[in-house]
């Protein structure tokens, strides 16, 4: 589904890594491991069009890189583009019909990660947990294969890391893909890509 | 089209639920014309030549004070990531903004422009044009501005930056604008001047999109 090759990448003078290449299957997800600053989080905005590497080449398959990016990718970063002045119910709305969600999915994301209760409240109004959830749930409302994801359950507690775990399963299961920075264990990572140590 | 929809309804909503909307952006716009007149000593027959340029001038002020919010807050709270992996291209997201802006703080703008502008010694039978006149100009300041303030994503003092970038740039609509206002004043057709002025915010339309959307995937990297 997706193939970088020779990818050097570097932020400002800084070099964050040179010539990596790896490759992401359907059914798949992989752990992208390495030290605070080895670049994971560059890599995936990378990934997602949002940094011009210095050299090498993405690509995604039987589709160019920018129809991909529009249609076939979630990006979850440690911003989670949730306005706080809003309503949780308008920001999940906006996210997840931007992105392509009709109202059939939302409500099953609103189901599957109990936002019901959180909806009426403003974004700021939600613990750092509930707002990853409900930034979570633009990705369950709307189906995109490949899910980029940075430290998915930083702020998560026992409970919730379990249930996206399952939900990530289940998104592998239907043929999808996940590549995910982490420094804790990803559980359903059926292998991890290490980029190095970090300068 | 229906995503853009979604994302115009969204920036309409955050115009006129955050600060710096159409509320602020009118008091603004009305205090300049009040102070005109007092820091002119009062005489209404001393005002009444630069009157056009004088209410001209305050719709441009007024026109910046909430562009910041344009695109600065989407970039820092990590929604403009979001809305690049929309299924629109980024030219028509500085658009759809644009426009939102237009409408949230160019056409109240231009509704209460005339009363400001008679306020400044204008003949009222001037009102219509003054109206329609802020209404094409608040246009084009929406435009720039949107291209202003991307240019400006990620500075530390971004709201001065957009000022200084786009101050320049409204420069034409100002002198186009008040010409109009002139024109009329004098007894001569005003289309000429109207024509310029809509000559310029077709020029905004064909330029704004494609550097504004520039500017933001730069500020992204």
């Known amino acids: 589904m997706l193939t970088v090759a020779g990818l050097t990448l570097s932020r400002g003078e800084r070099l964050l890594f040179r010539d990596l290449s790896l490759s992401l299957a359907s059914g798949e997800a992989v752990a992208l491991t390495g030290a605070n600053g080895a670049g994971k989080t560059s890599l995936l905005r990378a990934l997602a069009g949002f940094i011009r590497p210095d050299a090498g080449s993405i690509a995604f398959a039987a589709v160019e890189p920018t129809e991909a990016r529009r249609r076939h990718l979630h990006w979850l970063g440690h911003l989670d583009g949730l306005k706080g002045g809003r309503r949780a119910r308008d920001e999940l709305a906006f996210q997840s019909r931007w992105l392509g969600a009709d109202p059939e999915g939302i409500a099953a994301a609103v189901d599957v990660l109990a936002l019901e209760p959180l909806l009426d409240l403003e974004v700021r109004q939600l613990s750092a947990g509930q707002r990853r959830r409900l930034a979570f749930a633009r990705l369950i409302a709307t189906p995109r294969p490949i899910w980029l994801l940075d430290e998915p359950f930083a702020p998560l507690d026992a409970r919730w890391r379990a249930v996206l775990g399952l939900l990530m399963q289940a998104h592998i299961d239907k043929g999808g893909a996940i590549l995910a920075a982490v420094h804790d264990p990803l559980p359903v990572a059926s292998r991890a890509v290490d980029i190095g140590g970090g300068r | 089209?229906?995503?853009?929809?979604?994302?115009?309804?969204?920036?309409?909503?955050?115009?006129?639920?955050?600060?710096?909307?159409?509320?602020?952006?009118?008091?603004?716009?009305?205090?300049?014309?009040?102070?005109?007149?007092?820091?002119?000593?009062?005489d209404p027959a001393g005002l009444r030549p630069v009157a056009g340029g004088v209410a001209w001038l305050a719709l441009a002020l007024a026109s910046t004070l909430s562009l910041e919010r344009l695109f600065e807050r989407d970039l820092e709270d990590g929604a403009l990531d979001l809305i690049a992996l929309g299924p629109v291209p980024l030219e028509l997201v500085v658009i759809a903004?644009?426009?939102?802006?237009?409408?949230?703080?160019?056409?109240?703008?231009?509704?209460?422009?005339?009363?400001?502008?008679?306020?400044?010694?204008?003949?009222?039978?001037?009102?219509?044009?003054?109206?329609?006149?802020?209404?094409?100009?608040?246009?084009?300041?929406?435009?720039?501005?949107?291209?202003?303030?991307?240019?400006?994503?990620?500075?530390?003092?971004?709201?001065?930056?957009?000022?200084?970038?786009?101050?320049?740039?409204?420069?034409?609509?100002?002198?186009?604008?008040?010409?109009?206002?002139?024109?009329?004043?004098?007894?001569?057709?005003?289309?000429?001047?109207?024509?310029?002025?809509?000559?310029?915010?077709?020029?905004?339309?064909?330029?704004?999109?494609?550097?504004?959307?520039?500017?933001?995937?730069?500020?992204?990297?």
């Open chain 2, 97 to 221: 903004k644009a426009n939102a802006q237009w409408l949230a703080v160019g056409v109240p703008l231009a509704v209460i422009a005339p009363i400001a502008a008679i306020t400044l010694g204008l003949p009222p039978g001037q009102a219509p044009l003054i109206a329609f006149s802020a209404l094409i100009g608040a246009l084009g300041f929406a435009l720039t501005g949107a291209l202003g303030a991307a240019l400006a994503l990620g500075s530390k003092r971004g709201g001065l930056l957009i000022a200084v970038v786009v101050l320049p740039l409204f420069i034409p609509p100002v002198v186009f604008g008040a010409g109009a206002l002139e024109r009329a004043a004098g007894g001569l057709s005003p289309l000429p001047a109207l024509a310029l002025l809509s000559a310029w915010v077709l020029f905004a339309a064909l330029v704004a999109p494609f550097a504004g959307a520039a500017a933001i995937r730069n500020a992204q990297g």
């Open chain 2, 1 to 42: 089209m229906k995503a853009l929809l979604i994302l115009w309804r969204r920036e309409l909503a955050l115009a006129w639920s955050g600060g710096g909307g159409p509320l602020l952006a009118c008091g603004f716009f009305l205090c300049l014309t009040v102070l005109v007149p007092l820091a002119a000593g009062g």
